[in-house]
């Protein structure tokens, strides 16, 4: 009688336990369709974007650079490559802003940054990280371009 309290209790546990752990939401499609793994999560590099080591007063060079800085970012998000991105408020630590890119490798990311101009003249730096993070973040991207109003 023990032996069976005790196998009705193992199984209704790991049921229990199974049962709490299991999506009743989960979308299979949706989750193939955003490369998430089973927690619906992926890897990216996350970019900081800090105060390089470039100084100068050439307003048109510096525009040139901001022009190449903001068209590279339209063209990453345009190839979806580009997940998040925003400044930062001044800071001690000089950094600037930061990305969130659906890459798998720096290399990648690099290839990517190399096409910005403000990169490639050192006025950022940047600093790459493997982070891991929701699998939806893409879904974003699309959120976000029916909010604005006027264009970043």
């Not at 001690?92 to 990311?109: H, K, P, S, W, Y």
Request: charge should be positive.
């Amino acid at each position: 009688m023990l032996y069976k309290k005790l196998c009705f209790a193992v199984l209704f546990l790991v049921f229990f336990t199974n049962a709490q752990n299991t999506n009743p939401n989960y979308d299979a499609t949706l989750a193939e369709k955003l490369k998430a793994d089973d927690y619906g999560m992926k890897s990216y590099v996350f970019v900081v974007l800090k105060t390089g080591s470039t100084t100068t007063t050439d307003k048109d060079f510096i525009a040139s650079c901001f022009k190449s800085h903001m068209d590279n970012i339209h063209q990453m998000v345009k190839d979806k490559k580009l997940i998040v991105a925003g400044p930062m408020n001044k800071n001690e630590a000089n950094i600037r802003g930061i990305f969130i890119l659906d890459v798998a490798t720096f290399d990648e990311a690099n290839r990517l940054l190399q096409n910005d101009k403000a990169i490639k003249e050192k006025l950022f730096t940047v600093e790459l990280y493997n982070w891991y993070g929701s699998a939806a973040l893409s879904e974003y991207i699309e959120v976000s371009d029916k909010i604005w109003k006027i264009k970043p």
